[in-house]
């Protein structure tokens, strides 16, 4: 059961390469990425239980929380520009008029 599973992560791999590879945008691509990342946590897993390791779960989870933050970090710097840039903020009103918001 747990080889008909990493098999088809393996068929899922290969078409989300084709999908990063085709993508025409960089969010495409993007997801893709992230994808990828994900389908490589699943088939960690899958395969430490095959191996007989599940302790491999521990690591499937900490390159889960790595491949959220890394494609939340890409994003944000294809977003803005800049990984320092703390989006939009509300500047101080002339003459101490308050601003609606």
């Known amino acids: 059961m747990f080889a008909a599973a990493a098999l088809a992560l393996l068929v899922t791999l290969a078409l989300t390469l084709v999908r990063a590879s085709l993508g025409p945008t960089v969010f495409d691509r993007a997801?893709?990425?992230n994808t990828i990342g994900t389908v490589a946590m699943l088939l960690l897993a899958v395969m430490g239980?095959?191996?007989g390791r599940p302790e491999f779960?521990?690591?499937a989870i900490v390159y889960g929380l790595l491949n959220v933050i890394g494609t939340i970090a890409v994003l944000k710097y294809f977003r803005?520009?800049?990984?320092?840039?703390?989006?939009d903020e509300q500047e101080d009103s002339p003459a101490g008029k308050e601003v609606a918001p």
């Open 49 to 51: 239980f095959l191996g």
């Open 57 to 59: 779960l521990d690591l």
């Open 80 to 87: 803005h520009g800049d990984l320092g840039d703390p989006g």
């Open 31 to 33: 997801q893709a990425a």
